[in-house]
């Protein structure tokens, strides 16, 4: 029978028909395409193998949420298969194999969640925070059914009015409220408007005031219209609806310390006071500052999907380039483990966002750094909840040890249980090893 290796992103199993057209998706197809072709997806389809994808990219993030089977493999393996052929994609099993006559896989089920609203603990009683990111109601509704401690990030820039128009302000309150029905009793974590190049809305011209705005993202296009009454749209709205409801508010990324500084003030008091003002950073200059940003925000945000494009200087959405992000190389966790040493006991107050910590056998080495924090994908949280439960805050900081001390990817990956060889993966369903003392 034929088989082809991949890499779990979401857990999960599915048959249908192969399909390589995006356009031609539907719910009876296992759709292999790469992540350049998502935006023609016709409709969502039983499952879903990205071909030669970078999981960091934003197009890849975007379907971790959807409740699909999704698997990651590359070109060569993905040309085995041919549209029409019946297939079975096991995300869990991490194979694609040719399916029998009227296969019908069983159903994965995930580990029961754990209580929503509440931190996880780990085998010695520490407690970690298991925080969903959300782009919108549904995620929210998700959120709470997977455990979620809280939404630890709501991506608001992915909240755009039917119309793809420019969202105002009672298109927010809208927007804001049914999320904090829908998580309810979970508290809100709301990023303000965080734009880039890969993420730009029809509404925003890629000029302003005489000047092109290609390049700029984040923070530094606050200053230019219509993104500045965009964002005081929001704010108004978070005014509004803050005042009954457990809300954050975190400015993104793109400028210095002191152009948050700057900011800071204004937008304390542009809500209500009881509303926590976090930053997001995501480059390597500003981490290794932590402190001094714990000096001046009420909490720090670690975007970790851009720091590591930063980190080995690579495009995060560039295929060609999806190699060189490799969540296994250990001076990434000489780096950060650089970084919570600076920041000292005010490391309580950093939440780490973004892949990372969902890749497989990387959660304990985190914890191991003394990060207790973390924001991911709904779907995933019962799988970290299992992995945090399975070990000691004592087994992880060995095991965060070895890994700094590691030399290469190949050990890292076997230090921490991950498949070692092909392309990486996200949590699935195998032991963490965790529960047993890490070697090295």
């Known amino acids: 029978m034929k088989r082809t290796p991949v890499a779990c992103l979401v857990p999960g199993r599915a048959a249908g028909a192969a399909e390589t057209d995006p356009r031609r998706s539907a719910g009876d197809r296992i759709l292999l395409v790469g992540q350049d072709r998502l935006g023609e997806v016709a409709a969502p389809p039983a499952g879903l193998v990205l071909v030669d994808a970078v999981p960091f990219s934003h197009p890849v993030i975007r379907w971790l949420g ?18 029409g052929e019946p297939v079975v994609l096991d995300a869990v099993g991490r194979e694609l194999r040719a399916a029998g006559p009227d296969e019908r896989p069983a159903p994965w089920t995930a580990p029961p969640p754990p209580e929503a609203g509440r931190p ?6 520490v407690a970690v925070h298991l925080c969903a990111s959300i782009a919108g109601a549904a995620d929210a509704a998700r959120a709470r059914a ?54 730009w809305p029809g509404w925003l011209p890629r000029r302003g005031a005489g000047e092109a705005l290609d390049g700029l993202h984040g923070s530094q296009l606050y200053a230019y219209e219509p ?21 954050r508010l975190i400015w993104p990324s793109g400028g210095r310390l002191e152009d948050f500084t700057a900011r800071r003030d204004r937008l304390r008091a542009s809500l209500p006071p009881a509303v926590p003002v976090g930053a997001m950073v995501e480059t390597p200059v500003e981490l290794l500052a932590l402190r001094e940003w714990l000096g001046e925000a009420d909490f720090v945000a ?13 495009d995060r959405d560039n295929p060609r380039q999806g190699r060189l992000l490799d969540p296994y ?12 040493d600076r920041a000292g006991t005010g490391l309580e107050r950093v939440q ?48 965060a040890g070895a890994v700094c001390r590691a030399e290469d990817s190949d050990a890292v990956r076997q230090l921490v249980g991950a498949p070692t060889r092909g392309p990486w993966g996200l949590v699935n369903e195998g032991v963490p090893r965790t529960a047993a003392r890490p070697r090295g």
């Open 146 to 199: 997977s455990g979620a401690a809280s939404i630890g990030l709501v991506r608001s820039e992915y909240l755009v009015p039917g119309d793809g128009g420019a969202p105002t302000e009672g298109f927010y309150r809208q927007a804001f409220g049914a999320m904090l029905r829908l998580a309810a009793p979970l508290a809100l974590t709301i990023r303000l408007l965080d734009l880039a190049g890969d993420k």
């Open 302 to 314: 670690i975007g970790c999907n851009d720091l590591l494009s930063n980190l080995f200087g690579a």
């Open 227 to 247: 993104v500045a009454r965009v964002v005081d749209a929001q704010l108004a709205a978070l005014k509004g609806v803050a005042e009954t409801k457990p809300l």
């Open 66 to 83: 959807r409740g699909t089977p999704v698997a990651l493999t590359d070109a060569a393996a993905a040309a085995q298969w041919t549209a």
């Open 329 to 340: 190389r250990p001076g990434l966790y000489r780096f950060l483990g650089e970084a919570c």
């Open 120 to 125: 996880v603990r780990t085998g010695d009683g």
């Open 352 to 399: 780490l966002c973004g892949l990372l910590p969902q890749v497989e056998g990387v959660l304990p080495v985190l914890i191991g750094l003394g990060l207790r924090r973390f924001s991911g994908e709904p779907a995933l949280i019962p799988l970290l909840a299992r992995c945090v439960a399975a070990g000691t805050v004592r087994a992880c900081e060995e095991l």
